[in-house]
């Protein structure tokens, strides 16, 4: 089979979303990004086999020899070459087919959130992931929240009210403070989406649910989904 017929749809695909993503949103974001790095690692499969052959058959040509490795190392630095984990991105996509565990809840909250998004009440950020341990602390894989409000079309607004209860989710240590401003942020949140008639959801699980609603003041467009 020809290499064009496998690449040139691939660049295509990417383009689209690019155009797509940059229309509609402004920004390139998840899928457009991994799209981007399987492109990268596509072609960095072709053209290192191309280049040995080349270079077999070619024996004579010294510069192809030389070039080579310059090559090589190129495409090396510009894959994955700057990281610490190799790859991880992609990797932790699949999770039931490598070795990287699965953060607690991590499929439940998903098959939670799927059916919202199947109906369209996904809208300016209004969803986060949400639980609490058996010491009350709150806590979730903020990157679920983070992927899937990324879907969606945003003022400017929503997202930096998202953005700083995300950082306090993955960034920070359990402590008092640390639930006092999720709290805080939760429901300036939840203020923003009320303002526009959207309900603001919190993925969570039937043991986590009533801490969360004793530390959350009930607000009528809060939905716990558990």
């Not at 999720?182 to 959801?201: L, P, R």
Request: hydrophobic share 40%; aromatic share 12%; proline share 3%.
């Amino acid at each position: 089979m020809n290499v064009l017929n496998v690449v040139i749809p691939y660049v295509l695909l990417i383009a689209f979303l690019m155009l797509v993503q940059y229309y509609l949103v402004g920004e390139s974001r998840y899928y457009l990004i991994k799209s981007s790095i399987i492109m990268e690692l596509i072609l960095f499969a072709i053209l290192v086999p191309y280049f040995i052959y080349r270079a077999n058959i070619q024996n004579k040509n010294h510069m192809l020899i030389v070039y080579l490795p310059v090559l090589m190392s190129f495409l090396t630095l510009t894959s994955i070459g700057y990281t610490k984990t190799p790859l991880l991105e992609i990797r932790s996509l699949y999770r039931d087919y490598n070795s990287i565990s699965k953060p607690n809840y991590y499929d439940e909250d998903i098959s939670k959130i799927i059916p919202l998004a199947v109906n369209e009440k996904l809208h300016d950020y209004n969803l986060i992931v949400l639980h609490a341990d058996n010491n009350g602390n709150l806590y979730s894989h903020a990157q679920i929240s983070r992927w899937v409000n990324a879907m969606g079309v945003a003022d400017s607004s929503n997202p930096s009210c998202f953005y700083n209860a995300f950082n306090e989710l993955a960034y920070t240590s359990n402590s008092v403070d640390k639930d006092n401003k999720m709290i805080k942020y939760i429901k300036e949140c939840s203020n923003q989406q009320m303002h526009k008639n959207n309900d603001y959801y919190i993925i969570t699980d039937s043991n986590s649910v009533n801490i969360l609603q004793n530390k959350i003041d009930k607000i009528d467009n809060i939905k716990y989904i558990f």
